[in-house]
């Protein structure tokens, strides 16, 4: 079974570009998780698909950061313009199941884009 | 204000010696708990994890510890081996039940 894919794996951009990152979630799995692990620090929460809704979007930084999920499938994170700070890996994570069971053990994660903003 | 620390940055330890890796949270509403393994160019694995009605869960090597009156949680690998050389995030269930918190990470090597 294939796994989390995210492209492209790495991205590096100026400043007032935009960027759009791609993430397959795992065939079947309802649940597609957004994260951010800026240089050195914690792996940030940004937002929660269930299907094609959004669920939680209470982690995205601003409105320079939009996330679709059209038909509940494959999932995008467009940065326009990026700034320096947008800069770390963006890592996408799919679950059959939603955390608030408490099984987040079924959580797997992408290899992650790493983002570069110039 | 982190919510998940991880306040050692980095560990090392020889090979067939026990690793201990430690983990402190800020918020008592927490109650599950787990550990991801990293390696360098991978996205987080799921270890073990740890509801916060058990004080310890095993699974091998692995071993959790939660200690919840001092909001704290420990990884023990025993024994440890070059292979387990990662970083290690510890992560909570935030009280939604939407997300993971994680802590910074510690980054541990075992040398042979």
């Known amino acids: 079974e294939a796994g989390v894919t995210q492209f492209p794996s790495h991205s590096v951009i100026e400043k007032g570009q935009t960027v759009t990152l791609r993430c397959d979630p795992i065939?079947?799995?309802?649940?597609l998780y957004w994260y951010r692990r800026v240089m050195g620090k914690e792996i940030k929460f940004l937002l929660h698909?269930?299907?094609?809704?959004?669920?939680?979007e209470s982690g995205m930084p601003n409105n320079r950061f939009l996330a679709e999920r059209t038909g509940g499938t494959y999932s995008t994170l467009k940065v326009q313009p990026a700034e320096l700070e947008d800069s770390g890996v963006y890592f996408c994570a799919s679950s059959p199941y939603s955390l608030a069971g408490g099984v987040a053990d079924t959580q797997y994660f992408g290899p992650g884009t790493r983002l570069t903003v110039l | 204000d982190q919510q998940v620390k991880q306040n050692s940055p980095s560990l090392s330890v020889q090979e067939g010696r026990i690793s201990i890796l430690n983990c402190d949270y800020t918020n008592s509403m927490f109650d599950y708990f787990l550990w991801y393994k990293k390696y360098p160019a991978e996205g987080p694995t799921f270890l073990i994890s740890?509801?916060?009605?058990?004080d310890k869960n095993e699974d091998g090597r692995f071993t959790v510890f939660l200690n919840k009156s001092a909001k704290h949680l420990s990884l023990h690998i025993v024994p440890s081996q070059p292979g387990d050389s990662a970083v290690y995030f510890c992560?909570?269930?935030?009280?939604?039940?939407?997300?993971?918190?994680f802590g910074k990470g510690t980054t541990l090597s075992v040398s042979s």
């Open positions: 698909f269930v299907k094609e809704s959004k669920q939680d």
């Open positions: 992560a909570a269930i935030n009280q939604a039940g939407t997300a993971l918190i």
């Open positions: 740890i509801s916060s009605i058990k």
């Open positions: 065939s079947g799995h309802d649940n």
